[in-house]
């Protein structure tokens, strides 16, 4: 079953939409505003939804929110909000080529950001953070799954200590200035 859309709030949508539409190449394809449900002074949300792929790929939608007893009461950074690490909670987009993955990782660093990238062994990855303190990544998958990975899956699943895995160190990618 695919996923239609997600979802998040942002508190600064003129930057989410600059973040989403120049430097990530989604496009703005649906803007609707609602009555902030429960709202006692008139509140309303902007509903703001991007197209992530084409022709039908995944939506991401942002709500702009405008009540004022949030004002200035929530966060949007999904991981350290909650006192996780940036890279628990995050955004996976595919990158089915080595191509577009490698255009991803040009176009950000043309955009000043600072860009990780990991070698996962079955995928690779490379990460920034948007504006509203959220990882985004784009993956690139470089082989199926082996019959014995499937296998240990289930495995690693319920083994109370299952080994680890050591991850590769990363490499990080800085835009050039000048």
């Known amino acids: 079953m695919a996923v239609h859309h997600i979802a998040l709030a942002t508190s600064d949508l003129v ?9 990530m190449g989604f496009r703005l394809v649906k803007a609707t505003a609602v009555p902030y449900e429960g709202s006692r002074n008139g509140g309303w949300a902007r509903h703001v939804f991007y197209r992530t792929s084409e022709p039908d790929g995944p939506l991401l939608v942002f709500w702009d929110l405008h009540e004022e007893t949030l004002r200035g009461r929530f966060r949007t950074d999904l991981s350290t909000g909650l006192g996780l690490p940036v890279w628990m909670n995050h955004l996976a987009f595919s990158a089915p080529t080595g191509e577009l993955y490698g255009r991803m990782l040009a176009r950000w ?3 000043g950001l600072e860009v990780t990238e990991r070698d996962h062994d079955f995928y690779r990855s490379i990460y920034t953070i948007d504006p509203n303190g959220i990882m985004v990544e784009f993956c690139q998958t470089l082989r199926p799954f082996s019959a014995e990975e499937l296998a240990d899956a289930e495995r690693s699943l319920f083994d109370p200590l299952p080994p680890l895995d050591l991850p590769r160190p990363p490499t990080v990618h800085r835009p050039q200035m000048g």
């Open 15 to 23: 930057a989410t939409h600059r973040f989403y539409t120049r430097v």
């Open 109 to 111: 660093l043309s955009h």
